[in-house]
């Protein structure tokens, strides 16, 4: 059984920083590309960040220069370094990772920007 476990968030005023992490534990044989969404009441989840286990990264056009995704192999885990947090950035972060050919998500973890 795989599991993905996040932390990291919070409450955090605009302007501010904060870093997500996600463990993975496990029969992990193959990993692939890890990466994280965001989800706010009534709206669909969306991608914010992910990387492919070479290290190539890709970005929502709405974190581009904020947000960093980078990845532990070793570790099979994955960070996403938030900076200049804004309000609109407040959701449910979640990480997903392909291993072993099928798509895990975590649980989740609230992140907060006030104003």
């Known amino acids: 059984q795989v599991q993905l476990v996040e932390s990291g968030g919070g409450l955090v005023q605009a302007g501010g920083s904060l870093r997500l992490s996600c463990a993975a534990s496990?029969?992990?044989?193959?990993?692939?590309?890890m990466g994280w969404y965001r989800q706010t009441p009534g709206k669909q989840r969306e991608l914010v960040a992910d990387?492919?286990?070479?290290?190539?990264?890709n970005y929502a056009d709405s974190v581009k220069g904020r947000f960093t995704i980078s990845r532990d192999n070793a570790k099979i885990t994955v960070y996403l370094q938030m900076n200049s947090l804004k309000p609109e950035d407040t959701a449910v972060y979640y990480c997903?990772?392909?291993?072993?050919?099928?798509?895990?998500w975590g649980q989740g973890t609230q992140v907060t920007v006030s104003s």
């Open positions: 997903n990772a392909h291993f072993n050919g099928r798509l895990y």
């Open positions: 496990g029969s992990i044989f193959s990993i692939n590309t």
């Open positions: 990387i492919t286990s070479i290290g190539r990264t």
